[in-house]
């Protein structure tokens, strides 16, 4: 309700970018027109953001205008340039595609035609205002929020993250077959069972539940004692106890100066000691291109 309440204020915000008093809206202001962009008419929430925005419209007597993009970025891209070329005083848009829209809001922003970009943000181009949320941290909220209460009510186990396929397959089987299984952080209580390479730790870089499955096949295949090392700022309730969150480089590498062996992604080789086995284990988030081109 408060997204929808936000959006509502896009009239508003284009009233105010017109220079418009919305409170008392004098006879020659009234032609004032508005273009609004819906990114997606043939969802209910769309339709009635447009019926709001035009309801608002009215009271503070704006003429708005409304159309619909169906989820075409061209199509979306054309109504912009309609839009501007029929001089509206300014355009409310919902991008069908962040990136795709920034050449057609640059090209209103030429026009001298402020910009109220609601729903998912676009950067990269000016706009006179941003109405929205963030819809990517919504959902993981409502996510966890259902998946809490399906375990709290009915039992249901669920997973946060994305599991090596080896490890995610041992957790669907468990599922299948409703046996308990530890989670990844209590790893050792089960793998290690005082056989094979276990005097030996292996310290591996990355976030707990991708690089904590793998740590849990390691162990469980190979039996040797592993331990995380982990750059993110939330990891909660996802380390080990001989796991460590760590904060910056400095930190980072004073956790690796006695590593025996590590896994890790190859920007990570300088501070490691020279002695150590390294063993890369390339990821885009840190390598970026390099990762692509050796890929």
Do not use: W
Not at 105 to 125: C, H, L, T
Not at 248 to 268: C, F, H, R, S, T
């Amino acid at each position: 309700m408060k997204k929808i309440t936000s959006i509502v204020l896009s009239v508003s915000m284009a009233a105010g970018a017109l220079g418009m008093n919305t409170a008392v809206v004098h006879a020659e202001e009234s032609a004032k027109k508005v273009a609004y962009i819906s990114a997606a008419n043939q969802f209910d929430f769309f339709v009635y953001i447009g019926a709001e925005i035009k309801k608002v419209g009215e009271e503070n007597g704006v003429q708005v205008d409304m159309f619909d993009a169906a989820l075409d970025v061209s199509k979306e891209a054309d109504l912009m340039s309609q839009a501007i070329l029929q001089k509206y005083d300014a355009i409310i848009v919902g991008p069908v595609d962040t990136q795709a829209l920034i050449p057609s809001i640059k090209e209103a922003n030429e026009a001298g035609i402020p910009v109220i970009n609601y729903d998912s943000f676009i950067e990269g181009a000016e706009v006179y205002a941003r109405v929205g949320s963030g819809n990517k941290d919504m959902g993981k909220t409502a996510g966890e929020y259902a998946a809490d209460m399906l375990k709290e009510k009915y039992g249901t186990p669920y997973v946060i993250g994305t599991p090596y396929k080896e490890y995610a397959e041992r957790i669907s089987e468990a599922l299948e077959k409703r046996i308990q299984i530890p989670a990844i952080e209590d790893r050792r209580r089960e793998n290690l069972q005082g056989t094979g390479n276990s005097e030996k730790i292996i310290t591996l870089i990355g976030e707990p539940v991708t690089i904590g499955s793998l740590a849990a096949i390691i162990e469980r295949r190979y039996h040797y004692k592993t331990r995380i090392l982990c750059p993110l700022e939330n990891a909660e309730g996802l380390l080990g106890e001989h796991d460590l969150k760590i904060c910056g480089e400095e930190e980072m590498e004073n956790a690796l100066k006695n590593a025996q062996i590590v896994v890790a992604d190859p920007l990570y080789r300088p501070i490691c000691p020279v002695e150590c086995e390294f063993y890369e284990r390339a990821h885009i988030a840190f390598s970026g291109r390099m990762f692509l081109k050796n890929k």
